[in-house]
């Protein structure tokens, strides 16, 4: 890989630079194995100036985390033009066309994160949950429009479908079987299915919305 020229940052756009490294580099190997040393070479810089912008190799791994789940967020917002079109379970099959096509492009990095040893420590795994609740808070700020009132089984089930739709997905990344369409639809007609755990009359909306 190719060693970045060492130019002038200010502290702000060092630390951003060394972070984005770290999320290039995650993308050919798994976290654990992003080691100061390399990153300190790519920048160009020492590894001692490396840990005047992190506490310790740790905190810089978890910046790489935080980075890429933001990106994947933003990457996988609504459209505010299906939003306009007010069509709650179009915006769902949207949000997820854009996730698919972001894993599909950092399928290192997604599975990585997902299966590798950072699942298994704490901070990691925080941001993980953050990064879920967002998608949740997504999902179920659409449910009203369709006749749906968020309740806590029905944030049980949205956050059961987050979770079906990740393992899914991962599969499919290692075995496609199904086309890119056909994931997304089976991962939007999945959300129903799910919904019947939390009321009867709940799936029975959503089947009706997804059919339509």
């Known amino acids: 890989m190719d060693v970045v020229k060492r130019t002038r940052l200010s502290p702000e ?6 972070i984005d490294l770290g999320a290039k580099m995650l993308a ?4 654990e194995q992003i080691s100061v040393e390399d990153i300190a070479d790519q920048a160009g810089v020492s590894r001692g100036l490396l840990f005047h912008y992190f506490a310790s190799k740790h905190d810089f791994h978890l ?6 789940s933001s990106e994947m967020l933003a990457r996988t ?20 066309a854009s996730y698919v096509d972001y894993v599909t492009e950092n399928r290192g990095t997604y599975v ?35 006749g749906i009132e968020p309740t806590r089984a ?4 949205v956050r ?7 393992e899914v997905t991962i599969t ?7 086309t890119r369409d056909e994931l997304i639809e089976l991962n939007v007609q999945a959300l129903p299915a799910l919904a019947i755990a939390a009321a009867p009359e709940i799936a029975a909306a959503l089947v009706s919305a997804t059919t339509t």
């Open 172 to 178: 499919w990344l290692r075995d496609p079987h199904l």
């Open 154 to 157: 029905v944030d049980l089930a």
């Open 28 to 31: 050919q190997r798994p976290l």
């Open 112 to 146: 990585s994160l997902l299966r590798g040893t950072a699942s298994g420590d704490p901070d990691m795994r925080a941001v993980f949950e953050q990064t879920r609740a967002v998608m949740s808070e997504r999902t179920l700020e659409q449910l009203p429009a369709i």
């Open 13 to 18: 756009q060092r630390r951003a630079q060394l």
């Open 63 to 68: 910046e790489i985390v935080r980075h890429t």
């Open 77 to 96: 917002a609504p459209d505010p033009y299906v939003e306009e079109a007010r069509d709650p379970m179009q915006i769902l099959r949207s949000v997820l």
């Open 160 to 166: 059961g479908w987050i979770a079906y739709v990740e």
